[in-house]
T-cell receptor
């Protein structure tokens, strides 16, 4: 089954404790993105990747890192999480440059205390 | 989100037609997208417009006017399962900018 998976689905952590949210897709998509969703603000793009080793900042990259060492994986790293990073995070992928339909993962609900 | 405006909430009756409007800033535009998101779930792609005009996909249609910075999503023959949030998003060179979403309540 074609899908985007994220782990963990739920995470409660403390300020400053490094964490990684994994994202994997099995559709051989070139493009992958990370978003956060907050009430009243909608989805905001954090980072995106156009292919292996090619990443760029989205609208709200501060406090986040990403890497794309393999085509299928695009982990989101929070080196020193803070309470304002409490949010619902979605990973998404799409085929490539001129194909715009994005497939979203199920989401990761992160709480930073 | 980058000057994308859509109504916060709408209510419509089962079987009716509803139009959800979206306005956006016209500078830096490559396409306009609509997603559906049920509560507690991930967004799913509905449609996109790159050129002016109407795109029809079954019960859903989306319209775009690039000169006016305006789009709408038209849902026909509303069903209870259409109760969800509808997200408008502008695309510009690999970046997607989403509106806050319109929560549609479909009542019997």
């Amino acid at each position: 089954e074609a899908q985007v998976t994220q782990n963990p689905r739920y995470l409660i952590t403390v300020t400053g404790k490094k964490l990684t949210v994994t994202c994997s897709q099995n559709m051989n998509h070139e493009y992958m993105s990370w978003y956060r969703q907050d009430p009243g603000l909608g989805l905001r793009q954090i980072y995106y990747s156009m292919n292996v080793e090619v990443t760029d900042k989205g609208d709200v990259p501060e406090g986040y890192k990403v890497s794309r060492k393999e085509k299928r994986n695009f982990p989101l790293i929070l080196e020193s999480p803070s309470p304002n990073q409490t949010s619902l995070y979605f990973c998404a992928s799409r085929v490539g440059d001129r194909v715009f339909e994005q497939y979203f993962g199920p989401g990761t609900r992160l709480t930073v205390t | 989100g980058q000057n994308i405006d859509q109504p916060t909430e709408m209510t419509a009756t089962e079987g009716a037609i509803v139009q959800i409007n979206c306005t956006y800033q016209t500078s830096g535009f490559n396409g306009l997208f609509w997603y559906q998101q049920h509560a507690g779930e991930a967004p799913t792609f509905l449609s996109y417009n790159v050129l002016d005009g109407l795109e029809e996909k079954g019960r859903f249609s989306s319209f775009l006017s690039r000169s006016k910075g305006y789009s709408y999503l038209l849902l026909k023959e509303l069903q209870m399962k259409d109760s969800a949030s509808y997200l408008c998003a502008r695309y510009n060179f690999n970046k997607f900018y989403f509106g806050s979403g319109t929560k549609l309540n479909v009542k019997p």
